[in-house]
């Protein structure tokens, strides 16, 4: 039973992280209905930013999150910029593909750029575990938890509370009517994606040191790792977001205790499997599916 | 109030607008009629900074504004009711009419506050359901909610792009009620209708738009009801074979100026 509930606080540790990269994802998809395919990438170079500013300046854990943040989100413009803004009128699989094809183009840029493939990322913070009753949580896990949480909050401040939120959210409804509010929805558009991908940094940053290295692949990692939080907790919902990242989380905390390491990544797709059968909407999407159709239906 | 000059755009493949030429008069009800696809809403789109014209000018209250930005259309006081209504389904009655006095909020919270109690009085039954999401709302209230959230804007001239659509007769009623009351109260409209029976009751002036031009210009009883019905639901008065032979001749010489 501890194990059972230190693998649930292990995973819930771990899901925030997961949280953060469905959150980015999310709020792409939400406003402008389209997959972004190049998220985990883009993060990916963002860390590598940071990884170079530590082997160049040895520069405290501080500006090495600074940086990887400020990278992530200079490579998150030049793909809104490349994919979503210049064909916004295309077709919405056009932007898909065309992420794609710069997630590809951006692996091999830091190929060429950092030869070695595998390189050091320094800890956030070395301390060693902190004890509570039966339970243990390492240091980087807490910080990221808490990180994570102070983020979701400041994200729900931004969008119930602000002007720039409730333009958001009339953009993510219905781009059309945002505009006939003298909304300016491009740059609304911008925005949001600048701040999925401050997101997507700062997630990066936390995982990356508490792994304390960083090769190319994680970009595919990220991808992955957000995508399948986000279709748990449903594409386009921020609260589906955070609860798709903590169950994929859990389930894999648990699996990797109960089955194994090399179940973790066949037990989260096997969860992805079996929320595609029976609740294809996700956690949250599908309420969202059925309030539309009540809606539908009373036009 | 506002004037439209030769005006010609495009919105996809067929609602074209091959030079249209109005004017919407301060204080009146303008209403301008048409069957589908003649180009009534790609005209609204045009006014509302949507679209950019090909040709043509628009100015309101002399100042031109062909080609403006919509918040700055909406900004000089034009407000656009969509067709569809367009309410944000997943946002509450009080959030949507917020959202319509978008460009205001960052100036004046308390003015906003005010006018939100201003279109409450006048809907009462959307103050009745102040948080419920729009979506929930029935098409009678979503079509009231549109105006209202189009009002919040504080227009001097409110455009409704066929406000009864899909609404049943007693909800229409309704409707147009509204419209007299808002007129009544000094707001300038301009409306899109089908539904040319309600409209001719209200209109002040109104014109016919046939394949993306003016085909008609006067006041309601110029032209009888019957002619205008049928020249705005089948878009020529001889009926279905004659436009489908002018589909043939997309430039037919069809303007006869009221």
């Known amino acids: 039973m501890v194990d059972f509930v230190q693998n649930c606080l292990d995973g819930i540790m771990l ?3 997961y949280a953060l990269l469905a959150i980015g994802f999310t709020l792409i998809f ?4 389209r997959l972004n395919l190049s998220y985990g990438p883009s993060i990916m170079v963002g860390a590598f930013v940071g990884t170079l500013v530590y082997l160049e300046f040895k520069a405290n854990a501080l500006a090495i999150a600074a940086a990887t943040v400020v990278g992530a989100v200079i490579v998150g413009i030049y793909v809104e910029r490349l994919c979503f803004r210049a064909i916004r009128r295309g077709a919405a699989v056009a932007s898909m593909v065309s992420s794609f094809v710069i997630w590809m183009q951006l692996e091999e840029i830091v190929t060429v750029v950092f030869p070695d493939r595998t390189y050091p990322f320094p800890p956030l913070v070395s301390a060693a575990p902190v ?6 949580f390492k240091v980087e ?5 808490a990180c994570a949480a102070a983020m979701t909050v400041w994200l729900h401040w931004l969008l119930q509370y602000t002007r720039f939120g409730l333009a958001l959210r009339a953009v993510s409804e219905n781009p059309r009517a945002a505009l006939f509010m003298g909304i300016n929805v491009g740059a609304v558009m911008f925005l949001a994606f600048v701040i999925a991908s401050a997101f997507g940094g700062v997630a990066a940053y936390l995982i990356v040191s508490a792994d ?3 090769t190319p692949l994680f970009g595919l990692w990220a991808t992955f790792k957000g995508l399948i939080a986000m279709m748990l907790g449903g594409m386009g919902s921020i609260p589906g977001a955070i609860l798709g990242g903590l169950l994929l989380g859990v389930v894999e905390a648990q699996s990797i205790w109960y089955l194994g390491t090399e179940y973790r990544d066949l037990s989260a797709y096997f969860l992805l499997f079996l929320f595609l059968v029976f609740r294809p909407g996700g956690l949250m999407g599908q309420l969202a599916v059925e309030r539309e159709q009540a809606a539908m239906r009373r036009v | 109030m506002l004037e439209i000059d030769g005006i010609a755009a495009s919105y996809g493949n067929i609602q074209a607008l091959r030079g249209v030429t109005l004017s919407v008069e301060e204080g009146g009800i303008t209403c301008l009629l048409g069957p589908n696809g003649a180009g009534k809403t790609t005209l609204m789109m045009t006014i509302a900074g949507i679209l950019k014209p090909r040709r043509g000018t628009i100015s309101f209250l002399d100042r031109n504004i062909t080609g403006m930005r919509p918040s700055g259309v ?27 006095a978008y460009l205001r909020l960052g100036k004046s919270k308390a003015q906003v506050r005010q006018d939100v109690d201003h279109v409450f009085a006048r809907f009462p039954r959307l103050q009745e359901r102040t948080k419920q999401l729009a979506g929930t709302l029935s098409g009678g209230e979503q079509q009231m909610l549109a105006v209202a959230r189009a009002l919040m804007a504080r227009p001097r001239l409110l455009m409704m792009d066929e406000p009864s659509l899909g609404l049943a007769p007693l909800v229409v009623e309704e409707i147009f009620r509204i419209i007299r009351d808002l007129h009544a109260d000094g707001t300038t409209i301009f409306l899109v209708e089908q539904n040319a029976h309600m409209a001719l009751q209200v209109a002040h002036h109104f014109y016919l738009l046939e394949q993306g031009q003016v085909s008609f210009s006067g006041k309601p009883g110029q032209l009888s009801e019957h002619e205008v019905i049928q020249r705005a639901y089948l878009g020529k008065q001889q009926g279905r074979d004659q436009s489908a032979t002018d589909r043939d001749q997309p430039d037919g010489t069809m303007l006869r100026s009221g």
């Open chain 1, 141 to 145: 896990n807490l910080v990221m938890f």
């Open chain 1, 15 to 17: 899901g925030s992280s």
């Open chain 1, 131 to 136: 004890e509570l009753g039966p339970f243990f």
């Open chain 2, 74 to 100: 909406v900004r000089r006081g034009i407000a656009l009711v969509p067709e569809n209504r367009l309410v944000f389904p997943h946002m509450n009655v009080h959030e949507n009419l917020i959202a319509g």
């Open chain 1, 30 to 33: 939400g406003v402008m209905r």
């Open chain 1, 212 to 214: 304390g290295q960083i």
